[in-house]
């Protein structure tokens, strides 16, 4: 059984940060570990994912570029996400997944197999 479990959610003001982090357990293999989002009435989007091999490809969606940092701790199999510089419309419900399917495509929700339960972020003066 594969299990996520996310933390460091929580309110911050406009211009603030904060530093998810989701460790994954049980017997899986890693290709991609990523980060999406989903507002209220509003689909589920990408955020950021990062390559689980030697390279540390990471990538991000654009609204985040520049503000928003992924990395990894293979020995824990750990994946941070640090958010800088948040923003109103940073705030929603961020889930971490993580896919062992190869070829898979970072940017896509399809891809991933195994999900965490989310943790809210609230960007609010």
């Known amino acids: 059984q594969v299990q996520l479990v996310e933390s460091g959610g929580g309110l911050v003001q406009p211009g603030g940060s904060l530093r998810l982090s989701c460790t994954a357990s049980g017997h899986l293999s890693i290709y991609f570990m990523g980060w999406f989002r989903q507002a209220p009435g509003k689909e589920r989007e990408f955020v950021a994912a990062i390559s689980w091999s030697s390279r540390r490809t990471a990538y991000y969606a654009d609204s985040v570029k520049g503000r928003f940092t992924i990395s990894k701790d293979n020995a824990k199999n750990t994946v941070y996400l640090q958010m800088n510089s948040l923003k109103p419309e940073d705030t929603a419900v961020y889930y971490c997944?993580?896919?062992?399917?190869?070829?898979?495509?970072?940017?896509?929700?399809?891809?991933?197999?195994?999900w965490g339960q989310g943790t809210q972020v609230t960007v609010s003066s």
């Open positions: 997944a993580t896919t062992n399917r190869i070829g898979s495509v970072a940017t896509s929700a399809l891809s991933y197999n195994y």
